[in-house]
Antibody, heavy 120, light 107 residues
Framework: QVQLQESGPGLVKPSQTLSLTCTVS??????????WSWIRQPAGKGLEWIGR???????NYNASLKSRVTISIDTSKNQFSLNLSSVTAADTAVYYC????????????WGQGTMVTVSP | DIQMTQSPSSLSASVGDRVTITCRAS??????LNWYQQKPGKAPKLLIY???SLQGGVPSRFSGSGSGTDFTLTISSLQPEDFATYYC?????????FGQGTKVDIK
């Protein structure tokens, strides 16, 4: 069973870039059967899909964040990453990485989540 | 973007109760509708995919139905471990969007 683990700074200053990495274990990120996504959740609020990457490097982003988001994949490290630029307090949230497999079209595996606070 | 609206936003129920949560999409999503359970401090857990398919390891008291724009999650007999927040999510196209959540707590 594939496992996901997020890593990165827990505190980011306003206007800077939030950078997180998701490491895939017990499986290969090169699987043709998976999309790799980032999802976030502000405290006490609902879930927001940020975007996803495929093994080919092709991406889809939420239009609400598209101008600030980059998601990339590194097959040599079995990792995929999120960069969110020009952050504000509104970007403070728990960030999850997740995968959905072809056929299910649902987020069936999630990381544990990592809290990121945007503050001076 | 497709908007997902859940009702109710919260409900109180007792152990053994039958609980129904509804989710409405702003346009047809066919059967590309999923349900998740989230407990405090934890990542969401997939319960139902494709509107009615039970994810492996999920108890059979959970069931899903619907197609098009209207969907239902039913818990046939609420258990203590089911007190949580439930989210619907469509996978018809991108961006994927979630409902606002339904919190199920103890009456």
């Amino acid at each position: 069973q594939v496992q996901l683990q997020e890593s990165g700074p827990g505190l980011v200053k306003p206007s800077q870039t939030l950078s997180l990495t998701c490491t895939v274990s017990a499986g290969s990120i090169s699987s043709a059967n998976h999309f790799w996504s980032w999802i976030r959740q502000p405290a006490g609020k609902g879930l927001e899909w940020i975007g996803r990457v495929y093994i080919s490097g092709s991406t889809n982003y939420n239009a609400s964040l598209k101008s600030r988001v980059t998601i990339s994949i590194d097959t040599s490290k079995n990792q995929f990453s999120l960069n969110l630029s020009s952050v504000t307090a509104a970007d403070t949230a728990v960030y999850y990485c997740a995968t959905d497999s072809f056929g299910r079209d649902a987020f069936d595996i999630w990381g544990q989540g990592t809290m990121v606070t945007v503050s001076p | 973007d497709i908007q997902m609206t859940q009702s109710p936003s919260s409900l109180s129920a007792s152990v053994g109760d039958r609980v129904t949560i509804t989710c409405r999409a702003s346009q047809s999503v066919s059967r590309y509708l999923n349900w998740y359970q989230q407990k405090p401090g934890k990542a969401p857990k997939l319960l139902i995919y494709g509107a009615s398919s039970l994810q492996g390891g999920v108890p059979s008291r959970f069931s899903g139905s619907g197609s098009g724009t209207d969907f239902t999650l039913t818990i046939s007999s609420l258990q203590p471990e089911d007190f949580a927040t439930y989210y619907c999510q469509h996978s018809y196209l991108t961006p994927r969007t979630f409902g606002q959540g339904t919190k199920v707590d103890i009456k």
